[in-house]
């Protein structure tokens, strides 16, 4: 599969603690996006890349919330802290540079905070 | 602010007839717009795109500046249609990421 791939697919943790979640985008794209998506939303933009650049940060990631994309091939969102509001899916995206590119996306990390 | 809203949460429609899901946006500039269709266990993906002017599984979609809509039409709906639908635009003027809808689930009944 030439696709998205993001990992873990589910994550249960408790309150408090720090989980990571990696998303390999298609390897031409340089563009990345991590999006929040909660029951009956729609996806909410968190942040995006273009290599390894952090072009731009939604207000909704808060300090506690970190993403990196280090060479500008994967990228990897940190929660520090959990609490169960982040529980969601997180989305991981890549497009190619130019303009309004078509998103592709990942199956998504499922995250559960007990 | 650009935003785009999906009155319909739910839309049920019998195999064969015609459907419409509807998306209403808001956007300061020219807005190039896309419905993106989750099926179930898949993953969301790109349905069609305005600036394409295509016609994607029977679907198409106008863009309609004086109501500031994107409605997907379907003359004849099949129950493989049944998926989560998103309309969504550029969140700025550079087109580089993107703001979606809270989504219309159509069901397709047989």
């Known amino acids: 599969d030439t696709g998205v791939s993001q990992n873990p697919r589910h994550k249960i943790t408790k309150r408090g603690q720090n989980v990571t979640f990696r998303c390999d985008p298609i390897?031409?794209?340089?563009?990345l996006y991590w999006y929040r998506q909660t029951l009956g939303q729609g996806p909410e933009f968190l942040t995006y890349?273009?290599?390894?650049?952090?072009?731009?940060k939604s207000r909704l990631l808060s300090d506690r919330f970190s993403a990196e994309r280090p060479k500008g091939s994967f990228s990897t969102l940190e929660i520090q802290r959990t609490e169960q509001g982040d529980s969601a899916m997180y989305l991981c995206?890549?497009?190619?540079?130019?303009?309004?590119?078509?998103?592709?996306f990942g199956s998504g990390t499922q995250l559960s905070v007990l | 602010a650009q935003r785009v809203t999906q009155p319909e949460k739910l839309l049920s429609v019998f195999k064969g007839a015609p459907v419409e899901l509807k998306c209403n946006y808001s956007?300061?500039?020219?807005?190039?717009l896309f419905w993106y269709v989750q099926y179930s266990r898949q993953r969301l993906q790109l349905l069609l795109r305005?600036?394409s002017r295509e016609s994607i599984k029977g679907f198409t979609a106008d863009l309609n500046k004086g109501e500031t809509s994107f409605h997907l039409k379907k003359p004849f709906a099949q129950e493989e249609d049944s998926a989560m639908y998103y309309c969504?635009?550029?969140?700025?003027?550079?087109?580089?990421?993107?703001?979606f809808g809270p989504g219309t689930r159509l069901s397709v009944l047989p």
């Open positions: 995206a890549s497009s190619e540079t130019g303009g309004s590119e078509k998103l592709f």
């Open positions: 390897s031409e794209h340089n563009r």
């Open positions: 890349f273009q290599n390894e650049a952090q072009l731009e």
């Open positions: 956007y300061s500039g020219s807005p190039e």
């Open positions: 305005h600036i």
């Open positions: 969504a635009l550029p969140r700025d003027n550079y087109g580089q990421n993107f703001v």
